[in-house]
């Protein structure tokens, strides 16, 4: 690759360096979070529970002793409700287990894109952040909303068809959302039914070094030291990178080949320094027997689908719905 700097407008890119910069004045050297800094850059957005561009929400509380709830995005529009039978897609947001919250503004607006270009019910997932919650907390509030689900469809819409259900995550998100999809494949669901896994540039890694971590290694929002300290404030003390949670295909990697894990479609960019555990995920998943595509956009940064501007956000969507398609057809 001739660059090691992606193709940004000024404003995105003035707009990932600032957010760079608050995250990073916000790690503490003692491996806590200075909270009231970073919400200088993180917004947060009340559930509209009137229509606003097509959708409304609202949220809906698991379990108020750990904070544990969910966003609810419903599509409004005719064809919505004239379907009587949208999928549910399940979302875990990113920040690399530290970060955001499904409130946040940027998650709250992808997933109002989600419901709207899908034409499906959303579930953004509230779950505990390190480090003030380690490995597993984060895996067990995914795992125990899809539980929540599973024995109460009712506080879903009536138009929710829970067996076509997506999981679904970008970076962290998409890490948490491939252990609690080995989960439930292991207990089994009840009532919910899925049929497909959204993984959107995953957050894995390893104590190997890759090239594209080495080539990358001071990118804006997931430079290799910046990682490095999110995976030490999540792991329990005196693990490496080589823990389950972080290199799925490595050493101590789960076996999924007996598992029905979903069907799978991950997406990667170019100029990402996590591509290189994307691709070694992708492959992981195609050896352990199980269906999956790679979309690649060579000219994408990390977290290029929170800026609906850049031309790969709207093909990403684009194919992102082929996928949604092609799965459900599949079931029918």
């Known amino acids: 690759m001739a660059t090691t700097k992606p193709p940004l407008p000024w404003k995105i890119r003035l707009t990932i360096f600032l957010l760079s910069v608050v995250s990073d004045a ?107 919650h380690r490995y597993p907390s984060q895996y067990d509030d995914g795992h125990d909303v899809l539980k929540f689900l599973d ?36 207990e089994k669901l ?45 792991l329990p003390n005196g693990s490496d990178r080589d823990h389950e949670a972080v290199n799925v295909s490595g050493p101590n990697a789960v076996d999924i080949s007996g598992l029905d894990y979903p069907n799978t479609i991950v997406f990667m960019g170019g100029f990402d320094p996590l591509r290189d555990w994307q691709r070694k995920y992708y492959e992981w998943l195609c050896k352990s027997g199980k269906d999956a595509e790679l979309i690649d956009y060579p000219n994408a940064t990390h977290a290029f689908y929170l800026f609906p501007e850049l031309p790969h956000t709207r093909l990403f969507f684009s194919r992102l719905k082929e996928f949604v398609t092609k799965q459900i057809s599949n079931v029918n």
Request: hydrophobic share 45%; glycine share 6%; net charge positive.
């Open 190 to 234: 009840q009532t919910l039914k899925v049929i497909g896994m959204v993984s959107v540039q995953p957050f894995f890694g390893g104590e190997e070094r890759t090239g594209s971590e080495m080539r990358l290694n001071r990118a804006l929002v997931v430079s290799v030291e910046r990682t490095d300290w999110l995976w030490k404030v999540l």
């Open 26 to 132: 916000s790690r503490r050297s003692n491996n806590t979070i200075n909270r009231r800094l970073f919400k200088l850059v993180d917004r947060h957005t009340p559930p509209n529970s009137t229509v606003v561009n097509g959708v409304y929400s609202s949220d809906v509380t698991v379990d108020p002793s750990r904070n544990l709830w969910f966003r609810l995005f419903i599509p409004s529009t005719s064809s919505a409700i004239s379907a009587a039978s949208l999928p549910v897609l399940i979302y875990f947001h990113g920040g690399g287990f530290t970060f955001f919250s499904a409130a946040s503004t940027v998650f709250d607006v992808v997933c109002r894109l989600y419901c709207r270009s899908l034409n499906a019910v959303v579930v953004s997932v509230e779950y505990r952040l390190a480090p003030e």
């Open 151 to 186: 024995q109460n469809v009712t506080v879903l819409p009536n138009i929710a068809d829970v067996s076509k259900c997506f999981l679904a995550g970008d970076s962290a998100g998409a890490n948490l959302a491939h252990h609690v999809a080995v989960r439930v494949c292991k």
